[in-house]
T-cell receptor
Framework: AQSVTQPDIHITVSEGASLELRCNYSYGATPYLFWYVQSPGQGLQLLLK??????LVQGIKGFEAEFKRSQSSFNLRKPSVHWSDAAEYFC?????????????FGAGTILRVKS | GAVVSQHPSRVICKSGTSVKIECRSLDFQATTMFWYRQFPKKSLMLMATSNEGSKATYEQGVEKDKFLINHASLTLSTLTVTSAHPEDSSFYIC??????????????FGPGTRLTVL
């Protein structure tokens, strides 16, 4: 069965600094990969997704992620963090056989931004 | 973009009562909707997959008689927590599947419902 690991429970960065959130997955084939952001008490918003093609994926709000098959990773990056980016971020894997329907989520990384 | 709503956003109920949560896709038809449960400071756990016109598929360990799911139309799925107990208190989130390019689907999430059982 597939699984997702987000090694960092909390990350604190200064406003304007760069950000990288780690995500490693376990899956028998190339999965569908997603990053979602959740603000307190809110649902999830899709930041970006990888299905196939270019391994560097651009998303909303200036985020990007790179799929590295050799490392089974899909790390999320942003060159300059804004205070409004403070939230919880979830990496998710979707099964290819089910059109990516069934999602397995990582435990999440809480991002704190200090001014 | 595709919008999914949930109602109510918050509900407080007494132990032993039943609570119904609605999930609606506002601008697209969703043949499949999903119900997740999120514990405090934890990730989302898929509870069940709701298919329009057929019975829901429950994940292992989820009591189907306790969490009743009805997908009555292409834009509405409901989750009813029957005989709720304090341990059912949680954040319930639904999502709806929108078939995108090349048959690959994307899930759009509702804002969630905070259930508190006293």
């Amino acid at each position: 069965a597939q699984s997702v690991t987000q090694p960092d429970i909390h990350i604190t960065v200064s406003e304007g600094a760069s950000l990288e959130l780690r995500c490693n997955y376990s899956y028998g084939a190339t999965p569908y990969l997603f990053w979602y952001v959740q603000s307190p008490g809110q649902g999830l918003q899709l930041l970006l997704k990888y299905f196939s093609g270019d391994t560097l994926v651009q998303g909303i709000k200036g985020f990007e992620a790179e799929f590295k098959r050799s490392q089974s990773s899909f790390n999320l990056r942003k060159p300059s963090v804004h205070w409004s980016d403070a939230a919880e971020y979830f990496c998710a894997v979707g099964e290819r056989g089910s059109h990516g329907n069934k999602l397995v989520f990582g435990a999440g990384t809480i991002l704190r931004v200090k001014s | 973009g595709a919008v999914v709503s949930q109602h109510p956003s918050r509900v407080i109920c007494k132990s032993g009562t039943s609570v119904k949560i609605e999930c609606r896709s506002l601008d697209f038809q969703a043949t499949t909707m999903f119900w997740y449960r999120q514990f405090p400071k934890k990730s989302l756990m898929l509870m069940a997959t709701s298919n329009e016109g057929s019975k829901a598929t429950y994940e292992q360990g989820v009591e189907k008689d306790k969490f009743l799911i009805n997908h009555a139309s292409l834009t509405l799925s409901t989750l009813t927590v029957t005989s709720a107990h304090p341990e059912d208190s949680s954040f319930y989130i639904c999502s709806a599947r929108n078939l995108g390019l090349a048959g690959v689907s994307e899930q759009f999430f509702g804002p969630g419902t905070r259930l508190t059982v006293l």
